[in-house]
């Protein structure tokens, strides 16, 4: 096991409330192999980079349910650790006035039978103006907060705050509607801040997405 990085050891301690004990322990481990992990940053690598004084042996069962079940079976929301992690981005950064909330979608691809949620989407980094290529993968739409930090020369950053996954086929929610979602529930944590959603090109009439903060 891995020792917890003092400088990670107060963001680990102020999410710990939205997850039972045992699950937070998980997830304390789980942050510390996905940091130290080298390479293809897969499920099953992270959890063996959890457990560095073992030999991964791929000819025998892993072993490592506890990792996979932390995020098929484990008693905690996304919602409820977004909401936590919302909360330590106004205070410890110390944001005020109207907050930019930046919409973005990303394709992460991956192949297989056994994967849920698949489809094929466009890729925006293989596409060009003349041509538009498609590939398979895992269709996200990524809410973040924009954050300007001090100092001369530093670019925006866009901290993610929620997600959703565009599912492919007929009566599934668009991209658009996903987007509502995700700013329904931001409204809902903070009704009295002001809020302006931008896309990735921007918009050109910005309106605020609540009241006055």
Not at 105 to 125: N, P, Q, Y
Request: net charge positive; glycine share 8%; aromatic share 6%.
């Amino acid at each position: 096991m891995w020792n917890m990085i003092p400088s990670l050891a107060p963001l680990v301690e102020a999410l710990a409330p939205t997850l039972t004990q045992p699950s937070a322990v998980t997830c304390s481990q789980l942050l510390l192999a996905w940091v130290m992990c080298l390479g293809k940053h897969t499920l099953r690598r992270v959890a063996e980079s959890a457990h560095p004084d073992r030999v991964p042996d791929h000819s025998r069962p892993h072993g490592l349910d506890t990792s996979y079940n932390f995020f098929e079976r484990s008693a905690w929301a996304p919602r409820d650790l977004a909401h936590r992690v919302g909360i330590l981005m106004l205070t410890r950064l110390k944001l005020c006035g109207a907050i930019t909330l930046l919409v973005d979608d990303t394709l992460a691809h991956k192949r297989g039978k056994s994967v849920w949620g698949l489809g094929w989407f466009r890729d925006a980094v293989a596409s060009t103006k003349k041509r538009v290529a498609t590939a398979s993968g895992h269709h996200w739409v990524v809410l973040a907060v924009a954050v300007r930090l001090p100092g001369p020369g530093i670019p925006i950053l866009a901290l993610p705050l929620l997600a959703r996954l565009h599912l492919p086929g007929q009566g599934q929610p668009s991209c658009a509607d996903l987007t509502r979602e995700m700013l329904g529930e931001v409204l809902t944590w903070w009704p009295q801040r002001r809020f302006y959603p931008r896309g990735r090109r921007g918009l050109r009439h910005e309106r605020p997405a609540g009241g006055s903060g």
